[in-house]
């Protein structure tokens, strides 16, 4: 936000240079991001008056004029401007002047050129007539500057700048403003704060305030259908209006911060905004249908042609300003065409509301349309300041345009907010600063930003100003006292209290943290990924972990790029992009996992953090290539569905996890509800679910060229901290002094009978004297029949003394029988 130094010291005192007034803001909050100097001090700029004009005789586009400059002759200067013309009285730098010229090629540089004596085609030229741009009073470039007819010639350009209240030499102040500091967003608005830090008068403009009611409610009307997007409406009435150029100190000002000069009717109403923060809008009252005002919500899709001349299409829900037959303003945005202030307009009805800051937000990010109105809007003006900004648009029109105020104003405000208060504590002023102020030194700093403070004990009770909405709790009021006495006087404690605690990390962090230890040393690399994706490639993916049918997607509002238009329902995109650009790369053996959110809407029957949205966060194991490099002595293997299972029973077990199943899924093919993964086993702990392990279908994988199978894991690491001790350690076990026994196991099961199941089984009939269990065979072919396999499993029993063959004989008993009971097992002879 530009902030011209001239304009700033209308409204308070300044002692300092614009380096030194840049230091003061940026401590006081007001970070200062630089300053451009503006102008030059026009020594040796004269007023002069065209005596006569004539062609020159060998350049059609210049032209000979003779100059009077209070001097013994007439100069002789030519000049190309189509506007010069005799009795003109005009700028003049003279020989010798120095003047800063903008540069053709890039207009926010300037060269030093010094005006000499030239011929030009065979023809003298002493001097150069000077347009405002060359002047550095503007950007306007569109001729030679014309001065009025009562300027003295001869006399220093400088000291009739003056007597206009103009100062040739400036220096704009770009502020970062921050946010929360909409009160800023003005000139007022920074010499509050000025006058505040440095303890000097806040000079604000005297505005005679009209009355509700009078003359201007009976020739206009104010209709608030939507109170909540429009709280406030003040509206008046300047008739007889001359619509014409801005006097020369208006438009200086204006061009000081970057904006053109239009006419004297829309420079005011840009000059009160950032005099004082309150967007306004003039409108042609002739061309405003009924003389009425209605303020609606738009209930479904409309076209309106703005300012700019562009047809847009607003959105359902845009907060419009309209007359008695159509809309004629986006409010809080930019006016439309129709009803804009032209040469024609002689009676303007003046526009000062207060708009919800999220509708006109939401309505300016709809349209990609920020205009200085919209930025202020968003962010939250003045609550009362609305008639003193119509009164003091209303008061320059009928100064600078020769325009009648009609008496009185429309004020439409259906429901005024209550005064707001925040109650400071000294003591706790004390504990945060670190340095004892004194109450009435904390009760000064306050007012001085408009507070008004009441003390009850030691505790100052604040009525907050309407200009702040950033102030709400105490820490508010605290942060208010620091920056005015000064972050610079708060000085160093000599010592830092510490808390007796040492700082833990929460359970996800430990166990994100085991997980990349773990396979780190499995030979997985982490990647990281975008979370965002094309809206079709995240409904592609939609079938998550866990899920039969897909999820609705998360669309995000307004995406920069089509890519970015929704976030992903799980990881595996991402995972499958890196792994197609490291294959291209060269790299054939990939083990990849990440860790990171993935999103949805959420159901009917969740209740999530944010209402609508489920998110959570995911841990993905991807393998697809050599599981190791070949020899001489070796052929190469590809990685296949069990060594990706393998590394997730060993990730689970050294998390201490031992109630794990894994057990199959039916699934279908792509472009079904199965989704885009095949062969997919459910992981639970318990009867919490973890997550699938599955391959991503061969058509996926196609479409990448990665010629050989992916394998995937996902897993919810919401869920696995649930069940996940974060404690846990490894424990020291001596060897058993006692001999284990080994057992052998071949039953005969059906061909489709997962295996997981039976050595669930197994476990459970043969415990607590079965230590491990394993398969070491699995058998189809000749001598088992058809539709049916040969499992072969290996048990080892132990425990603290040395058991007997009989005790053996009844688990292995115990645990054929089981199989035979649930699977149909048949004990192979």
């Not at 008046?236 to 438009?251: A, C, H, N, Q």
């Not at 009850?456 to 102030?471: K, M, N, S």
């Not at 605690?501 to 166990?511: A, C, K, Q």
């Not at 990849?592 to 998110?615: I, N």
């Amino acid at each position: 936000m530009d902030i011209s130094y001239r304009w700033l010291e209308r409204y308070v005192h300044l002692e300092e240079s614009p380096e030194a007034l840049a230091e003061e803001l940026t401590m006081a909050g007001l970070e200062v991001d630089g300053i451009s100097p503006l102008g030059s001090d026009l020594e040796g700029v004269v007023v002069g008056e065209v005596l006569e004009v004539r062609d020159h005789p060998d350049a059609d586009r210049l032209v000979l004029c003779d100059v009077d400059i209070g001097v013994k002759a007439p100069l002789q200067i030519a000049c190309g401007a189509d506007n010069v013309a005799a009795g003109q009285k005009v700028p003049v730098a003279t020989v010798g002047t120095t003047l800063y010229l903008p540069d053709r090629d890039d207009p926010e540089a300037r060269n030093a050129i010094t005006i000499d004596k030239r011929s030009i085609r065979g023809e003298s030229s002493r001097g150069m007539i000077c347009a405002e741009d060359e002047l550095g009073l503007s950007d306007d470039h569109a001729g030679i500057m014309v001065l009025d007819p009562e300027a003295e010639v001869g006399r220093s350009f400088r000291e009739y700048l003056a007597d206009r209240d103009v100062q040739p030499r400036d220096a704009v102040i770009d502020i970062d403003l921050t946010p929360n500091r909409p009160d800023a967003a003005s000139h007022i608005g920074v010499a509050r704060d000025v006058a505040a830090i440095n303890g000097r008068q806040l000079c604000r403009p005297g505005v005679d305030l009209p009355a509700e009611g009078g003359a201007a409610s009976e020739q206009v009307s104010v209709d608030i259908q939507d109170p909540d997007g429009c709280e406030r409406y003040v509206a008046m009435v300047v008739r007889d209006v001359e619509v014409k150029e801005s006097p020369l100190w208006l438009k200086r000002r204006l061009s000081a911060i970057g904006l053109r000069p239009r006419n004297n009717v829309v420079d005011i109403t840009n000059f009160v905004l950032h005099e004082v923060g309150q967007p306004l809008h003039a409108f042609d009252l002739d061309a405003l249908a009924g003389n009425r005002i209605v303020v609606r919500s738009s209930d479904r899709e409309e076209t309106f042609t703005t300012l700019d001349d562009k047809e847009r299409t607003l959105p359902e829900g845009t907060l419009l300003i309209c007359d008695a037959e159509r809309s004629v303003a986006v409010a809080g945005v930019m006016g439309g065409a129709d009803t804009e202030v032209s040469e024609e307009t002689t009676d303007v009805l003046i526009e000062s509301a207060y708009f919800d800051p999220s509708t006109i937000r939401k309505t300016a990010k709809a349209l990609s349309l920020q205009t200085d109105s919209s930025y202020r809007f968003e962010r939250g003006v003045d609550r009362d300041g609305q008639r003193w900004a119509a009164a003091r648009a209303a008061q320059l029109i009928a100064e600078l345009g020769g325009g009648r105020i009609v008496p009185g104003c429309v004020d439409a405000h259906p429901n005024p907010p209550a005064t707001r208060t925040a109650t400071l504590r000294m003591d706790r002023l004390a504990r945060v600063l670190g340095v004892e102020l004194a109450q009435d030194e904390a009760t000064e700093y306050l007012e001085s930003v408009g507070f008004s403070v009441s003390e009850e004990g030691t505790a100052l009770v604040c009525e907050i100003p309407t200009w702040r909405p950033d102030v709400s709790i105490e820490e508010d009021l605290i942060e208010e006292v620091a920056r005015l006495h000064g972050y610079n006087a708060i000085p160093e404690p000599a010592r830092v209290p510490i808390p007796n605690i040492t700082p833990g990390r929460r359970p996800e962090e430990t166990l994100r943290q085991r997980v990349r230890t773990l396979l780190k040393g499995r030979g997985f690399r982490e990647i990281y990924t975008n979370s965002m994706l094309r809206t079709e490639e995240a409904e592609r993916f939609a079938v998550t972990p866990g899920r039969d049918a897909p999820v609705t997607v998360v669309e995000t509002r307004n995406p920069i790029s089509q890519e970015m238009a929704a976030l992903r329902p799980r990881l595996l995109p991402g995972a499958l992009r890196v792994m197609q650009y490291n294959r291209n790369h060269g790299q054939e053996a990939l083990r990849l996992f990440e860790t990171g959110h993935v999103f949805r809407r959420a159901e009917k029957d969740e209740t999530p953090l944010v209402d609508g949205f489920s998110e959570h966060e995911a841990l993905l194991l991807a393998m697809t290539g050599p599981h190791a490099p070949g020899g001489w002595d070796t052929d190469v293997r590809a990685s296949d569905y069990f060594d990706l299972k393998g590394v997730v029973e060993m990730l689970l077990d050294d998390l201490h996890l031992d109630n794990v199943s894994m057990t199959q899924r039916e699934t279908e093919e792509p472009g079904t509800d199965a989704g885009p993964t095949i062969h997919r086993l459910d992981i639970h702990a318990g009867d919490c679910f973890l997550g699938t392990l599955s391959q991503v279908h061969p058509s996926i994988t196609g479409e990448i060229d990665l010629e050989d199978a992916v394998y995937v894991a996902e897993l919810n690491v919401d869920a696995l901290v649930e069940v996940v001790d974060p404690n846990a350690r490894t424990a020291y076990r001596p060897v058993s002094r006692f001999p284990v026994v080994d057992r052998d196991l071949a039953v005969l099961v059906t061909s489709d009978q997962p295996v997981g199941p039976m050595m669930d089984a197994i476990r459970t009939a043969a415990a607590p004297l079965l230590k491990d269990a394993d398969v070491f065979d699995i058998y189809r072919g000749e001598g088992v029949g058809d539709g049916r396999k040969s499992v072969a499993f290996t048990l080892r029993f132990g425990a603290d003394r040395t058991l007997t063959d009989a005790e053996v004989d009844t688990k292995m008993d115990a645990a054929m029988k089981e199989l035979a009971r649930r699977f149909g097992a048949e004990l192979r002879e």
